[in-house]
């Protein structure tokens, strides 16, 4: 009889835990928004929007020497693996302008300008999340997907672009899905 008693607790403790693990509700499979890991704003309590500079520091450094030397495999706008050398044509590009002389006789000249993406230019990182949350707690857990280095970029009208370098994703189970 004590056996019996013993073995009906366990099966209660079991079924319980066991279904209380079930009750997360998936919220989305895929949501992307930008974090700042450098505050933009100055009056801003430390903290607030930012990481402090040894650690945004290496997290971009982690970020851009494992794309670079080929160590994490980057992704572009439409999922398709590129090459190391592709993330460094990314973060140096090169225009070819025909631009008019400023002083008489105000002939064209053509030029070459060089646009570089320097370490101090990644503000942001833009996520790629699957949310669960449940119910009974409102206590959500993220699963990251992918992570972006976004660059604050000056084009050649003056106006301020935000631009996602390249995609790292962390579930490869994600990118093949994505190619079905």
């Not at 704003?41 to 040894?54: A, M, R, T």
Request: aromatic fraction near 14%; charge should be negative; glycine fraction near 2%.
């Amino acid at each position: 009889m004590r056996i019996h008693f013993i073995f009906l607790v366990l099966v209660l403790i079991i079924t319980t835990t066991s279904c209380q693990r079930d009750e997360k509700e998936l919220i989305t499979k895929k949501i992307q928004y930008d974090v700042n890991i450098k505050s933009p704003d100055p009056d801003y309590d430390w903290w607030i929007q930012n990481l402090p500079g040894p650690q945004r520091e290496n997290l971009v450094d982690m970020i851009m020497d494992g794309a670079l030397n080929g160590n994490i495999q980057a992704y572009d706008y439409f999922n398709e693996p590129i090459s190391a050398y592709d993330v460094s044509k990314i973060i140096s590009d090169t225009a070819a302008f025909t631009l008019m002389s400023q002083k008489p006789p105000y002939e064209y000249y053509d030029t070459l300008i060089v646009y570089r993406i320097e370490r101090e230019d990644i503000l942001k990182i833009r996520f790629l999340e699957e949310w669960h949350m449940d119910p009974r707690n409102f206590a959500f857990e993220k699963k990251i997907l992918g992570i972006a280095p976004v660059a604050r970029r000056i084009d050649r009208t003056g106006i301020e672009r935000w631009q996602p370098l390249f995609w790292i994703y962390m579930d490869d189970d994600f990118i093949k899905k994505l190619k079905k």
